[in-house]
């Protein structure tokens, strides 16, 4: 099974509508994060969270909220989607450790469609 | 300011062939730096990572270079394959668990 996942893969919504974007991970991490990825352009972090109750905004967090559910559960929701949010949303986890070594693990994706 | 640049932003080379990837970076202080390969439509996989005593460190065909003085990364792909064919992504992590994302480097690779 796979250690981030992702639910759903890909959906298609009109403007407007209310969208909810669920992330669960079994790695055990404390530290979880939400991305978007246009075409041509980095990752760009919308939230992150270093345990359940801690929550903050990243690099374009407006339009976006986050539910940090459990330590294994995080939530990104779009209360009014638009289209130019249509892209491919990631989800990703990390631990602290020593030496340097921390490391992101990624989910395989959701591609979202606001038409 | 942080950031992280890569070049070229697309590369198409011949099957069997070699090639090389830059990235150069200003963020700091630097705890290490991680290439992923990015199929496409799925999540970044870990390649390699080098903390700042590392200079090279090699997975399979894939080996990355680093020099902290000059903050310049390589990752080489030695005898390339199809299924090379990705986006290949640096990411530099600061102290503190923050992540700084390249805009990648899309290869190609064709028979």
Redo the contacts between chains.
Sequence with gaps: DAD?TQTPRNRITKTGKRIMLECSQTKGHD?MYWYRQDP????Q?IYYS?DVKDINKGEISDGYSVSRQAQAKFSLSLESAIPNQTA?Y?C?T?A?TS???????????T?LTVL | KNQVEQSPQSLIILEGKNCTLQCNYTVSPFSNLRWYKQDTGRGPVSLTIMTFSENTKSNGRYTATLDADTKQSSLHITASQLSDSASYICVVSRTGNQFYFGTGTSLTVIP
């Design positions: 981030v530290r041509g352009l980095g990752l972090l270093f491919l990631f990703a990390s602290p030496g340097g070594y921390n490391e992101q693990f990624f989910g395989p994706g591609r």
